[in-house]
């Protein structure tokens, strides 16, 4: 027997271990005689722990034999995830106009450059997304689909998210299909109008701050308008109305001494119970446009560690922080086979930046066909993206966090041998910290008057 390499560790508050397994998702608790008896199995010695002990150890992936090799079982893991086909994603840009300016936006000089694909998504290609999706949803006899509405600024185009759906809705109910939507939008735009038009959909709204009001409005420019005082007034309308929505914090170095005073704000002008999420601006990984200069206030790998405090701070005050799956075999959407990211001009990508790099056809995989299927148009860059493999690069194939967030994010995995080697894990400094968070909320009474 040996112990799992997907085990992680944690103290109670009463001394006792918390184990838990990413491969398989499971937690157990352990006195000091259970963890004496995992230390000598480290250790290669003989031990007898008693069998009930050791079946429930077995059973829930702490303990394993000699010969399993737990690489391979996350590889089978990771590809009937990859390739399950009973939830189908897209992500929908109906344009890329957006009424606001953003200090880090990578989409800037794609809206300035007079591009075709600044105009909204016409008739024609709005027809052959419904029947993108439809054949899609027949192909793969999917059980529920996603939709991610993109921009620019999807609600500039309210009118052709309602097409779309109206013109799916009805037959995605006789096929017993689910439909589920996300939003993402900056939030200036939402009315009760729009909003009472968009609730008879499955919708969840995310809205995006950069800080209290004055770190934010210099960040998100709408002439002399305030865009935080907007998006608070879009929060009201979203809690009144029962609709859900998601608040997600842009974090850098010059706005992360200033979350607090966030925290506080929303609370007295919104309420607590808010769902929440932190997220650190990241760095370009392609030359985007050039509008783009936001790397140098990125938070290094080491300044991402500090994240979890945010985390506790924003719980303590009454927020409900929200994380992706504990266990994830794809770390992903856009590295699922069936998930497409479809622009304005009906043009198939696999990720929803790849769309605003400088070169973006280049990444193209494909367009609608005008029978409405997938007409591929460069199987290298498809087949490079599908063959991506966590297992196959260094910062992951050894890493016991590699079943939780489910590999690097898969453009570094695709480009990885053009990437410097000193590459280091962006997310390796608070997997650990965001596992131990999660536990502590599900089992409160295993970290009572800790912190955990």
């Known amino acids: 027997m040996k112990l799992s390499r997907y085990n992680l560790f944690f103290s109670d508050h009463e001394g006792d271990c918390l184990i838990y397994n990413g491969l398989h998702n499971t937690l157990v608790r352990v006195d000091e005689e259970v963890k004496n008896f995992l230390k000598e199995i480290k250790l290669g010695k003989e031990c007898s722990p008693p069998k009930k002990v050791l079946k429930t150890l077995e059973k829930k992936g702490i303990i394993v034999p000699g010969k ?57 290609t709005i027809n052959k997304t419904m ?45 017993g299909i689910k439909l589920k939507n996300h939003i993402w939008t900056n939030g200036t735009l939402l009315t009760e109008k729009i909003l009472n038009k968009l609730l008879k959909y499955d919708i969840v709204f995310q809205l995006t701050l950069s800080g209290p009001q004055e770190i934010h409005d210099s960040k998100m ?53 808010l769902n ?3 997220y650190s601006i990241l760095p370009c990984v392609e030359p985007f446009f050039e509008s783009c200069t936001y790397d140098q206030s990125c938070l290094s790998v080491e300044e991402k560690g500090k994240i979890p405090k945010l985390w506790k701070l924003a719980s303590k005050k009454g927020f409900s922080v929200v994380f992706p799956p504990l266990s994830r075999r794809v770390g992903c959407i856009h590295g699922r086979a069936y998930s497409f990211v479809i622009d304005p001009l009906g043009d198939l990508y696999k990720c929803i930046t790849e769309v605003s790099y400088e070169k973006r056809k280049s990444y193209k995989i494909g367009t609608i066909g005008n029978n409405g299927r997938l007409k591929v ?43 410097s080697p000193g590459y280091s894990c962006p997310n390796k400094t608070i997997v650990y910290s965001q596992v131990k968070f999660q536990i502590s909320q599900r089992f409160p009474q295993y970290f009572q008057g800790s912190t955990p």
């Open 377 to 419: 148009t460069d199987n290298e860059n498809f087949y490079d993206w599908m063959n991506s493999d966590p297992l196959q690069i260094s910062p992951c194939k050894d890493c016991p966090f590699l079943p939780v967030c489910g590999g690097l994010c898969f453009v570094v995995q695709r480009d990885y041998s053009k990437i």
């Open 276 to 278: 929440i999420s932190f």
């Open 131 to 175: 029947d993108f999706i439809k054949n899609m949803a027949i192909d793969t006899d999917c059980d529920e689909i996603i939709i991610l509405w993109y921009g620019g600024e999807p609600l500039l185009n309210t009118k052709i998210i309602i097409k779309i759906l109206d013109g799916l809705s009805l037959w995605l109910e006789e096929s």
């Open 68 to 124: 399993i090799n737990e690489k391979k079982i996350f590889k089978v893991f990771h590809a009937q995830e990859k390739y399950n086909p009973s939830k189908i994603f897209f992500s929908i840009i109906p344009s890329f106009k957006c009424n606001v300016d953003c200090e880090y936006c990578y989409q800037k000089s794609l809206r300035e450059s007079k591009n075709e694909s600044i105009t909204p998504m016409n008739g024609g």
């Open 221 to 273: 420019h709408w002439g002399e308008k305030s865009t935080f005082q907007r998006i608070i007034k879009a929060l009201k309308l979203l809690q009144s109305k029962g609709a859900k929505f998601l608040i997600r914090v842009n974090v850098d170095k010059d706005n992360f001494c200033y979350m607090e005073k966030l925290l506080e704000d929303l609370k007295e002008r919104v309420g607590i119970g």
